[in-house]
C-alpha cells in the first residue's frame, strides 16, 4: 500500500516539538484524496500511521494528533490505539451532545486527551461545559478571533484545567503575543518567519567539525565526501557560503552548490576555515537551532534533490538540495530572509527562488510547503505542471523524512558519545 505522508508540528512556548498533528492518508487513486468521507479519511490516518508505517517513524516517540469524526468516537475504534501516544482530535462542526459527552468521558477513562478544534464557545449549549470536563486541550485559530474574544475565552473558561493551543500561529509577533495571553501549545509556520530579534552566530554539532576535519586532513581528499560533511548541517553550508564573500574571495563567481564552492576555494583555505570555525563555535556556542528546523530543512533539502533526479535535472539535483537546505535559513539567523540571502554568494536562480521567484527551483520547494501542509489538490495540481506522479511525489517525501530521521538520529548519537 501506498502512504501519503504529512504532518504538522505543535511546539510549546520554547518552540520545542511536543506533538505532530498527522495529516497523510493512503490510497493510488487521485480522488482519495479528497477528504468527503471523513470517517475513511480518519481510520486511514490512524491506521496507516500506527500499523502500515510504524508511528514512531513518523512521531518519533511524540503524542500524535488526529480529527475524529462524530461516528468514529461513537465506536470502538479509537481503543485499537495505544492512549500514550494519540490524542483524539474532536472537529469543530460535531455537535456537542450528550452521546458525544459520554464517547469522551469512556475515552478519558482509558487514558486518552480530548483536543477541541477550531474552538467555539456554545454558552447556550447544555452540554458545552460537560465536555470540557473531559478535554484536556483547547485549539483556538488565532486568525479567527480577536484578543478581546481570544481574553472572553480565557475568563469564561479559566475554572477548568485546559491547555490551550494556537492555531494559524503565522508570525513571530503572533508568537509572542499568544504567549503573552496565556497559550501553552503553538501549531502553524510562525518560526520559518520570524521577528528581527538580534543577529547571531549559527550553533553547530560539535562532531560536525571533527568529521569534516577528519575528511580534509586525508592525503587525497575528495571533494564529494567534503560537500556531504558540510551539506548535513545547515550552519556549516551557511558559514562556508559566507566564506565565500569575505573580502579575499568577492571576486569568485556565485555558486549553484556546495561542492562547485569547494572547487572554487580549495582545499587548502578550507581547511583553515573549518579549524578556526571549529575552535570558535566549541568554545563560544551557547544557543541551540531548533530541531525541528533542522529537521524541515534536511527533508526539504533531500525531497527538492529527489525531485529534481526524477524529472531528469541530475546536473542540477545538488542546487536543488541547497535550496531546500537554506529554506528555513531565517529562522535559524532570526533575521529576514532577503537580508540573510543577500549576504550569501548564490547564484541568482536559488537566490530568487528563497526570495519567492517563481522559478524551477522555487516550484519544487512550494510543492515541499504543500505536501507539509497536506494541501492535496495543489499538489496534484503542482504534480501535473511538473510531470511527475502522485504516488512518485509522495514515495520521494516519505523516503526524504526517513533519510532525515537516520541523519537526526546520527547526530543525536554522536552528540550523546561525545
Not at 500511521?49 to 503524542?63: L, Q, W
Not at 560536525?208 to 548535513?232: D, F, G, N, R, T
Amino acid at each position: 500500500m501506498e502512504v501519503y505522508v504529512a504532518r504538522q508540528p505543535i511546539l510549546n512556548t520554547n518552540q520545542e516539538v511536543m506533538a505532530y498533528e498527522l495529516l497523510y492518508r493512503g490510497g493510488k487513486e487521485q480522488n482519495s484524496y479528497s477528504f468527503t468521507d471523513g470517517d475513511f479519511a480518519t481510520s486511514e490516518v490512524v491506521t496507516n500511521s500506527f500499523y502500515n508505517m510504524g508511528v514512531e517513524r513518523i512521531s518519533e516517540g511524540k503524542s500524535c494528533f488526529v480529527n475524529f469524526t462524530a461516528n468514529l468516537l461513537k465506536s470502538q475504534f479509537p481503543f485499537c490505539f495505544p492512549p500514550e501516544t494519540l490524542v483524539i482530535e474532536i472537529l469543530e462542526n460535531i455537535e456537542i451532545t450528550d452521546e458525544l459527552v459520554v464517547s469522551c468521558k469512556a475515552l478519558k477513562e482509558k487514558g486518552y486527551r480530548i483536543a477541541l478544534d477550531d474552538y467555539v464557545l456554545y454558552e447556550d449549549n447544555p452540554y458545552t461545559y460537560e465536555l470540557l470536563k473531559y478535554t484536556d486541550i483547547v485549539k483556538i485559530d488565532v486568525l479567527q478571533h480577536s484578543r478581546q474574544q481570544e481574553v472572553y475565552l480565557f475568563d469564561q473558561l479559566k475554572h477548568f484545567n485546559l491547555t490551550w493551543l494556537a492555531e494559524k500561529v503565522e508570525t513571530y509577533e503572533q508568537f509572542q503575543t499568544c504567549k503573552a495571553l496565556g497559550y501553552e501549545l503553538f501549531q502553524g509556520y510562525f518560526f520559518s518567519k520570524p521577528h528581527i530579534v538580534t543577529a547571531h552566530d549559527v550553533p553547530m554539532y560539535p562532531f560536525q567539525h571533527y568529521q569534516l576535519i577528519e575528511e580534509l586532513s586525508k592525503q587525497e581528499p575528495e571533494v564529494h565526501k567534503i560537500a556531504e560533511k558540510i551539506e548535513m548541517d545547515v550552519s556549516l553550508s551557511y558559514k562556508f557560503l559566507r566564506l565565500i564573500n569575505t573580502v579575499a574571495y568577492r571576486r569568485l563567481e556565485p555558486v549553484k552548490s556546495i561542492q562547485q564552492a569547494i572547487v572554487l576555494l580549495g582545499f587548502t583555505e578550507i581547511k583553515k576555515w573549518a579549524y578556526v570555525i571549529a575552535m570558535k563555535d566549541i568554545k563560544s556556542s551557547n544557543a541551540d537551532v531548533s530541531s525541528e528546523v533542522m529537521k524541515i530543512s534536511l527533508t526539504r533539502a533531500k525531497f527538492s534533490e529527489n525531485v529534481a533526479l526524477e524529472m531528469g535535472e541530475k546536473k542540477e539535483a545538488s542546487s536543488y538540495f541547497l535550496t531546500g537546505m537554506l529554506s528555513l535559513i531565517d529562522a535559524v539567523m532570526q533575521q529576514p530572509i532577503a537580508t540573510v540571502v543577500n549576504d550569501l554568494p548564490l547564484h541568482d536562480d536559488i537566490k530568487g527562488a528563497l526570495l519567492g521567484e517563481r522559478n524551477a527551483y522555487r516550484l519544487v520547494l512550494d510543492l515541499c510547503h504543500l505536501i507539509e501542509n497536506a494541501q492535496w489538490e495543489e499538489i496534484e495540481r503542482t504534480a501535473i505542471n511538473l510531470g511527475l506522479s502522485m504516488e512518485k511525489l509522495f514515495d520521494h517525501y516519505h523516503s526524504s523524512m526517513l533519510w532525515c530521521q537516520t541523519m537526526m538520529a546520527t547526530y543525536d548519537k554522536q552528540r550523546t558519545t561525545d
